[in-house]
């Protein structure tokens, strides 16, 4: 997916946040619980996802691998209805990325893919237990914000349609980010339906659960 630059204020203790893709693989430092690659898509594929009829949004929950990513969300959006075009090719390009990105990451051999679309924000919380690892992100639909305390009196970091983030399953303090890692925020006027992609490791027998240090350039 083509981006532009766009900007975080500082970002509280824990959370690393970097306009490159690299920023993702700080994650699995002991002091990181969360990486963000903050970006922005550009305004004409965030206009045509976000014309999109609710009904046309293709959605799936896979397991599979990496390097088979693109080809299945290829499949999904021809399921979908959705027609061949430069702004379907940036959505299923994209996800493939992503999905790249992380297995390196992770160091996983296969990984559970969600395409969720939801019809409210109350429905984009963390409804499955995270599992060493997870990346998010929400293509279309409310702004989401990562908590970074479990009390809730710590600010958290706002996340923009299409920014990737992965969260750890708990932060260097203990706190188990299985409590509440991510949230919607509150919208004003009609809700738009989202579209929201969530990625989780599934390793093959023996293979270690710790996210480790990785080779990803």
């Not at 983030?165 to 890692?181: H, N, Q, V, W, Y």
Request: with cysteine; glycine share 6%.
């Amino acid at each position: 997916m083509s981006i532009q630059q766009a900007r975080l204020p500082s970002p509280p203790s824990g959370i690393a946040v970097a306009e490159t893709p690299f920023v993702l693989s700080k994650v699995t430092a002991p002091a990181c619980f969360a990486a963000v690659w903050q970006r922005q898509p550009l305004a004409s594929f965030q206009m045509w996802l976000d014309a999109l009829c609710a009904t046309s949004l293709p959605s799936a929950r896979l397991i599979l691998q990496a390097e088979t990513v693109k080809e299945a969300m290829t499949h999904l959006c021809q399921q979908a209805g959705i027609p061949d075009c430069r702004e379907r090719n940036m959505l299923t390009g994209d996800i493939a990325a992503l999905a790249h990105i992380f297995a390196e990451i992770a160091r996983c051999d296969y990984l559970r893919l969600r395409l969720t679309v939801c019809d409210g924000p109350q429905e984009i919380t963390a409804d499955a237990p995270i599992e060493n690892a997870r990346l998010v992100c929400v293509y279309r639909g409310p702004q989401l914000e990562i908590a970074q305390s479990a009390d809730g009196h710590t600010p958290g970091t706002p996340i923009a349609n299409g920014v990737p983030f992965i969260m750890r399953e708990t932060d260097p303090d203990g706190f188990s980010a299985k409590t509440l890692p991510y949230h919607a925020l509150p919208t004003t006027g009609a809700p738009l339906s989202s579209l929201v992609l969530t990625l989780d490791p599934v390793r093959a027998p023996g293979r270690t659960t710790a996210p480790k240090p990785n080779t990803y350039h």
